[in-house]
């Protein structure tokens, strides 16, 4: 079974978010960046199916430059056998979507892997946009997954309050979500043969136009200072909040 | 041109953030000088359907095929477009839910048009339809436009506002049978994990961490939750601990929420787990640690033991209960 993981590569969690200019870029300063923590959910789930004795392929995909790389390094050494960069700015979800698409085409997988969004953008678009492109089955915010045959999978996909059981053929685009597997830290061994592993660049298959384009980015308005309140004096709290009408 | 909202059903009953998307939809319809219509899908009574000319929809097409009573997102989508192709729509609101997610990205492409995802203010017809939409998981906010007139919009839920603009609505059925190629993926069951408030949907949030210092005590958070009609939500490690379940987990690796009140116990406010809840209109904290980072984000703050405070609380909203 052939699985392709999709890593979007991102700014670690603790970043302290600041804009360049007038908001026009992410001050990449001092920033690291590390596999999507969705994405990388992905992966350990792929590894999980190899250890459950399927035999199993596992390529790591990037679209981005070559700073994309160290972080496809990265999924090399947790334990993807070899690893794509796509050489497009993926700045527009409609062209990361295609720029995979071209690139899955005729290539056989059975399974596609991607993080429930990206913690940078926040879309959520490409893992849809691309079963849809390939007219594959697709199941988003996946907390399980589990081969019933072949062809076919059951999955558990997160919704309010609770999960559906999901009945679904492959071939599959899954959007991962905490609960699908466990995060795993790469050992020595890992890292050594992650080295020697094939990282291929792969240059844009055909122009796509960008739909979407950033204007600015600007910080969340900021907040007026808190109000402290006497531990002794819950009834106050009470009154501010019944005045402003929160509850 | 008009504009279609999808008006996505729970088990027959519309909920706020469709009629959130409906507000949207119709300020949009008026700004293009256009009506708002509307597709629903699945089993739904017309006194419900009723419900969405309240806020702004003057007709409803109703696909109802036994093959659509459980969610599959590739024949809801083919459904969606069937209907906005039929009557030339070529924008499509949907509300930013675990639904629309998995809807909207499909919708985009057989429309052959630009997916808006989350956004949090009107599109600018007037200016390459520029809008925004929350980024760096809530750290950063992007302004942007499309290139394309043709959209599909999703609504963050608690993210726009919810009016009454009533119009007298028209309900039509609209025959669509998925093909069995369109059912290749098809909800069996909804195992719900609580029976209490939708997360994501809530007006006000009690949330605790792991100042909480065991699942035993989690009783006085879910009394306060009662009182307010609050959905109950936790940090990271409480969940990953198995203190709380894994899906009341909220923060950057967790469920996202932006509601009126946030009520933050014993949980000291890290970086991941302030993106997750950073939106949210209001905020109160309760900790013992002045220095606690969640203080800087907070409206409310109270610096004490939660084990005093959180009592006396309760008792407080109880007597504003009684004499209010
Ligand atoms: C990649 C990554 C992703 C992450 N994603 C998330 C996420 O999505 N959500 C999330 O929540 N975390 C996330 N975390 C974890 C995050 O970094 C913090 O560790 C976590 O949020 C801390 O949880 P807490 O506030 O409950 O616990 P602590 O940080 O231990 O805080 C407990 C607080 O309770 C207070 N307290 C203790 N006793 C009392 C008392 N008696 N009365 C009043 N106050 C008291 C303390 O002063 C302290 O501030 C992530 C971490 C990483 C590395």
Redesign the pocket.
């Known amino acids: 079974m052939k699985i392709l993981v999709c890593i979007s590569h991102v700014p670690d969690?603790t970043t302290k978010i600041k804009f360049e200019g007038n908001g026009d870029t992410l001050d990449k300063s001092g920033v690291t960046f590390v596999i999507n923590?969705y994405c990388e959910y992905g992966l350990s789930r792929a590894i999980g199916f190899r250890e459950e004795g399927k035999n199993v392929s596992i390529t790591a995909l990037s679209v981005g430059g070559p700073e994309v790389e160290p972080t496809l390094r990265k999924a090399l050494a947790i334990g993807a056998d070899d690893a794509v960069r796509i050489s497009a700015h993926p700045n527009d979800s409609a062209l990361v979507a295609r720029q995979i698409y071209n690139y899955v085409e005729g290539k056989e997988f059975s399974v596609i892997f991607t993080g429930k969004e990206s913690i940078d953008f926040n879309g959520s678009m490409v893992p849809g946009m691309l079963a849809e492109y390939l007219g594959w089955s697709f199941v988003s915010f996946a907390t399980h997954m589990e081969m019933t045959g072949e062809e076919s999978a059951v999955l558990h996909r997160e919704v309010d309050g609770g999960y559906e059981v999901v009945e679904a053929r492959l071939p599959i685009v899954v959007s991962c979500q905490k609960g699908i597997s466990e995060w795993r830290i790469p050992n020595m061994r890992g890292i050594m043969a992650a080295r020697k592993k094939p990282l291929a660049v792969v240059s844009p298959s055909e122009e796509v136009a960008d739909t979407l384009s950033t204007i600015k980015f600007d910080y969340p308005p900021a907040k007026e200072a808190c109000t402290y309140i006497e531990p002794d004096n819950a009834a106050r709290l009470v009154d501010e909040l019944v005045s402003k009408g929160l509850i | 041109m008009s504009v279609l909202l999808f008006a996505e059903n729970s088990q027959g009953k519309f909920k706020k953030a469709v009629f959130e998307a409906a507000t949207y939809g119709f300020e949009l319809a008026q700004l293009l000088g256009t009506n708002l219509e509307a597709v629903s899908i699945g089993q739904i009574e017309n006194a419900e359907l009723e419900k969405l000319g309240t806020y702004g929809v003057s007709k409803v097409y109703r696909i109802q095929s036994e093959e659509m009573d459980a969610f599959a997102n590739t024949a809801y989508a083919a459904g969606i477009a069937s209907v906005a192709k039929s009557v030339d729509a070529n924008i499509v609101v949907m509300a930013q839910t675990y639904n629309g997610r998995a809807i909207a990205p499909r919708v985009a492409v057989k429309l052959k048009a630009a997916p808006l995802s989350g956004v949090i203010s009107m599109v600018d017809p007037g200016n390459g339809f520029q809008t925004a939409k929350y980024s760096y998981s809530g750290k950063g906010v992007e302004s942007f436009k499309s290139e394309k007139d043709s959209l599909v919009i999703t609504v963050k839920a608690n993210g726009f506002h919810v009016a009454e603009n009533p119009q007298s609505i028209a309900i039509e059925n609209f025959e669509y049978t998925p093909a069995a190629s369109e059912l290749d993926a098809v909800a069996k069951e909804i195992v719900k994990a609580s029976s209490g408030i939708s997360l994501t949907e809530a007006e006000i949030v009690v949330s605790a961490?792991?100042?909480m210092k065991g699942p035993e005590n989690w009783g006085m958070i879910e009394e306060l939750a009662g009182l307010l009609g609050a959905a109950t939500a936790c940090?990271?490690?409480?969940a990953d601990m198995g203190w709380r379940p894994h899906h009341e987990?909220?923060?950057?690796?967790?469920i996202q929420v932006a509601p009126n009140l946030y009520i933050a116990i014993?949980?000291?406010g890290?970086i991941?787990?302030l993106a997750?809840v950073s939106s949210s209109k209001n905020i109160v904290v309760?900790?013992?640690?002045p220095e606690?980072p969640f203080f800087k984000i907070a409206d409310f703050g109270i610096i004490g033991?939660?084990?005093d405070v959180v009592p006396q609380l309760i008792e407080a909203i109880k007597k504003a209960k009684v004499s209010g």
Do not use: C, E
């Not at chain 2, 309760?286 to 640690?289: H, L, Q, T, V």
């Open positions: 969690t923590p | 961490g792991r100042g940090s990271k490690p409480t987990h909220v923060g950057q690796t967790g014993g949980i000291s890290a991941q787990h997750g309760i900790n013992k640690d606690a033991d939660l084990f």
